[in-house]
């Protein structure tokens, strides 16, 4: 499953002043997609073909305040008036705060282009982020980390490729998926050049830093 982070270009939308009807729908899915360091926005007075219709009054844009006043937990986001062909327009920039999920309704997320409702699976990675360690870990999401395996006879870790039984030890690994409970990862099998799938409990996951490689290192326990 895609982590909800998105690049930035995926976060934008452009919205007419007669047509806010799903306002809170885009600012509830903005706020539970946007990654830590970036912002989405959204374009009030343009259309999607480029064109642009401005707004009556820019200090007559209240529908933003009164929509975010309806999500919880609340969202970062502020408004700026900006003028483009001669017109008033208004951007909101919708900024990632450590609360998701966020709710006006139902939880919405953003997939690419398209604000869609989130889904059991999607709802529970949300409420894993709160979480320091889970947090920690979506921002390496899909990114090359170190993780190390337990390498004493009694405790190895193996998995099969290939035809091979390969026991994990100090190994080059993607995170693939962060959840509530567990954590997968791809590990790269050098011996047979691919990678495979492993998960472990999220409790049995510890945080540290590979100096040597500047990224993330995972230390993986397991209970005697």
């Not at 480029?50 to 009556?56: H, P, Y």
């Not at 190895?156 to 190994?171: K, W």
């Amino acid at each position: 499953m895609d982590i909800v982070w998105q690049a930035e270009d995926s976060l934008k939308e452009k919205k007419v002043e007669s047509d806010l009807k799903d306002l809170l729908k885009t600012l509830v899915a903005f706020a539970n997609s946007v990654a830590r360091n970036d912002t989405a926005k959204v374009f009030i007075g343009e259309r999607d073909d480029g064109t642009v219709q401005g707004v009556t009054n820019t200090d007559n844009i209240q529908k933003v305040k009164e929509t975010a006043d309806k999500i919880y937990p609340e969202i970062y986001y502020r408004t700026e008036a900006y003028q483009r062909e001669g017109k008033q327009c208004v951007r909101v920039d919708i900024r990632h705060n450590g609360l998701a999920p966020h709710f006006g309704g139902p939880a919405w997320v953003r997939r690419g282009s398209e604000t869609k409702e989130a889904t059991e699976e999607l709802y529970d990675q949300l409420v894993a982020f709160r979480s320091g360690k889970a947090r920690e870990l979506a921002q390496w999401q899909d990114k090359e980390i170190t993780a190390v395996w337990p390498i004493e006879p009694a405790k190895r870790t193996a998995i099969s490729a290939g035809g091979h039984t390969h026991f994990l030890a100090l190994e080059t690994a993607r995170l693939s998926f962060v959840g509530q409970h567990w954590v997968t990862f791809d590990v790269r099998i050098e011996k047979v050049s691919v990678w495979l799938p492993r998960s472990e409990p999220l409790d049995n996951v510890n945080l540290s830093w590979d100096d040597e490689k500047k990224r993330l290192k995972v230390l993986i326990t397991q209970a005697s």
